[in-house]
Structure formats: structure tokens, C-alpha cells
């Protein structure tokens, strides 16, 4: 088969194909259904040339491209027969179809836009243990979003100043505190020892408020390893896990998952090093793409992005409602979907979208407006770098919160709270 052999323009996928969208832009001189058709060939069962006893039957394997739009950069389509993917296997799926095409010479750039998962496939996942609704009903929080805090400075503290600096959070009006994405078990700050001393602060912070506090440990590290500190979290009475699922890999994210049928820990993906795939618009792996796939394999909560803050997130990267949605994810009216996550996909929960990256108390009308009541908003700098402290930066955030939600300006509302006034001023 020639490459242009994997173009049928009027192909109509079955319900049992698995579909990807991809951008693609062909080498120089290499028309786009031979560079379309590369791809379709080298991610389902081609290579560039054909193999000479290959067995006919195999024919009705390959992959189709039944859609190529555009000029310069194309978006294209391709369908490919589900019987080509292990079923709970996203390592496989993506050697497929996020594989070797990425470094093709018939291809100038390539980006996986999204991928359509048929139902055989979904249903061969977990997907979420708890989701949005299994998370509101730990921490009694029904309406809201969840506010968080990632302990600052990242590195340096030692176990007690960690704990310290989470408790004036949770008093301040914190509902999560959470390890940083490149804090593990260092010399300075031993993970068992951190936990230990978190979890004392959570419970001392839980009996002042009244109120449920969550602590999320950051396990990220070699899998064995990183179910041993499962396993030591969940001993001492911690409900979350925080995982870095880029540098861990997709492999251990199934890992995990299977453990915490067991474990039943909440769990918490960060995504540091996702943009090393998603921020070029035109090669790599898109942010929509991540978040399907943590959602199939069953993370409880996954970092978004927020088109405010310090992280570079161009607007179709934000994983929100004008995403292409494929036909199995309907939207939930139940839940006033404003973003992906949080809609039904047949068995698989609705995640927690988390927003974090440079915010601060005076982003949080923009961020409820914008994504809705079901997001955990995540300050680290807007909380520890406030004039007042921790503790006085952790009161601005969950005021600004109130404001918000009691449908208040926040200018309105900093003239009788003067931590978010500070806040408002400062940043
Ligand atoms: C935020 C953060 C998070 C980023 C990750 C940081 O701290 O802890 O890791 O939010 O980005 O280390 O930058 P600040 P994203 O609040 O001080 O910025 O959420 O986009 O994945
Ligand atoms: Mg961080």
C-alpha cells in the first residue's frame, strides 16, 4: 500500500473506531494525503515500504484518514480500528498514535489535538475514584470552589517549618495545602518526617476552624517507591496523594490507579512538564490530550491552566468548554459543565480542574466567571507573598472566595476585610 492508499476522504468512522485529530504540516515538496497518509500508516500497521508475505487480512487494519482540511497546516483525521489498541494500556495507545510520527521526514510539524476514545476502550479504564462529587462530599464542601495552597518557598524548609507554614494556611481559610511539584524527600526535608508533622498541623488547624483541612504529599518518585509512600500516607490518616504524572509517566499513573483500589487515596495530578508537549501550537501533544488521558486512567484532580497567572496557557490550551468534545462526552447539564473535566464520559467521574500558576486573591472573579463553581483554585506566591503572611494572604484568598460567591466586588468587599484589601493593593 502506498501512503496515499490510507486517505478515503469518504470514509465514515464506525462507532468502534478510535479517532484522532491531529495538525499537520508536510515536509516540503510532500503533498498533504501523502503526508496524512504517512502518518495514518506509520501509527497503525504501515512502514515505508510493503512488506512482501504480509498476510491479505491484515488490509483491514489500517488506519483512515477521512478528513483533511486547511492548507499550509492541515487538520486532519484519522480512524483506526479499535483492535489495534491493548485495552487499559495507554502506554501502547500512545506508542501507536503518539509515537514515531512525531519524528517523520514526510512531516514538517505534527500536533495530537485530541483523541476520541470508542466505548470498549473507556470502559477498559477505572477513571477517577472519587471525581468532583467524591471530593466535595470528604471535605463537606457542597458548592464552592475548593481553595488551595502550594507551601512556599518550594524547597528549603525543613519538616516543622513545611508544617508551620500549612497550618497558618488552614487557618487562614485554606481547605488544601499541597506539596510542590519538585518536592519530594530531600536532605532538608525527609518525606516521612513532612507527612508526620503535616498531618499533626492538618488535625490541630481542623480543631480551630471546625472546618475538614486536606493535605496533599507529593509521592512522585520511582513506582515502587511512590507506592510505598501511598501505602505510608494512607497508614497515617492522610486522604490525598500529589503526583508529577509527566515525570512519572503514564505507565505508573495505571499503577497507582490499580493500587488505590485498595488504598482509596484522592488523587492529585500535576502536570510540570506537560508544556514540553503542548505550548507549541504546532508540534507535540495537547493539554486537552493530558486531560483525557489522566481522566481515563483515573486521577481525581488535574492542574488546567488559567488563561490569567504566570503560566503561559494560550486560550485553546485552556481545557474548557469550547473544546472539541467527542460524542461519548456529553455535556452534563446537572453540573453546569464549563469545562471538559467535569463532563460525563459512560462510567468514567467527572474530574476536579485545578487552577493554579501565578494566581492571586484578585483572580478569582475571572476564574468562577470563566470556569465555573467546580474548580479548586490554587495560590502559592498570592498566598505566602502577601504583606501579611501566610496566614494574612490565606485569609485575603478565602474573603476574595466569599465575595465572590455571596456575588460582592471585591473592592466592595476589601473595604471591611483588610487582608484582601491589602491583597488587592499589593498584587
Ligand atoms: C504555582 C505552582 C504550580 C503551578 C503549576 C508553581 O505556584 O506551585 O506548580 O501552578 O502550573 O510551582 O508554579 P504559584 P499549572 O501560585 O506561586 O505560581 O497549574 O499551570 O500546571
Ligand atoms: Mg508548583
Known sequence: MKYTDYVDLKYKP???????????????????????????????????????????????????????????????????????????????????????????????????????????????????????????????????????????????????????????????????????????????????????ETLKARDKAEEKTGEKKMYMPNITAETEEMLRRARFVKKHGCEYAMIDIVSCGWGALQTLREENEKLKLVLHAHRAGYAALSRNPRHGISMLVIAKLTRLIGLDQLHIGTIVGKMETPKTEVVGLDQEMEQSMILDHRLESRHMLEQRWYHIKPTFAVCSGGLHPGHISYLVKHLGKNIIIQMGGGIHGHPLGTFGGAKAARQALTAVMEGKTLKNYAKTHIELKKALEFF
Open 14 to 196: 464506525k462507532k468502534t473506531d478510535l479517532i484522532c485529530e491531529f495538525y499537520m504540516e508536510p515536509a516540503s515538496k510532500i503533498k498533504p494525503h501523502e503526508a496524512a497518509g504517512a502518518i495514518a500508516s506509520e501509527s497503525s500497521i504501515g512502514t515505508w515500504t510493503d512488506v512482501t508475505e504480509a498476510p491479505k487480512r491484515i488490509d483491514r487494519l489500517v488506519a483512515k484518514v477521512f478528513s483533511i482540511k486547511g492548507n499550509k497546516g492541515y487538520y486532519i483525521k484519522i480512524a483506526y480500528p479499535s483492535v489495534l489498541f491493548e485495552l487499559n494500556n495507554i502506554p501502547q495507545i500512545l506508542s501507536s498514535i503518539a509515537g514515531n510520527i512525531f519524528g517523520m521526514k514526510t512531516i514538517k510539524n505534527l500536533k495530537l489535538l485530541d483523541i476520541e476514545f470508542p466505548e470498549n476502550i473507556i470502559k477498559s479504564f477505572r477513571g477517577p475514584m472519587y471525581g468532583i462529587y467524591g471530593v466535595r462530599k470528604l471535605l463537606k464542601v457542597k458548592d464552592r470552589p475548593l481553595l488551595g495552597t502550594i507551601i512556599k518557598p518550594k524547597l528549603g524548609l525543613n519538616e516543622k517549618e513545611h508544617a508551620q507554614v500549612a497550618y497558618n494556611a488552614w487557618i487562614g481559610g485554606c481547605d488544601i495545602v499541597k506539596d510542590d511539584e519538585n518536592l519530594s524527600s530531600q536532605s532538608f526535608n525527609k518525606f516521612l518526617t513532612r507527612v508526620i
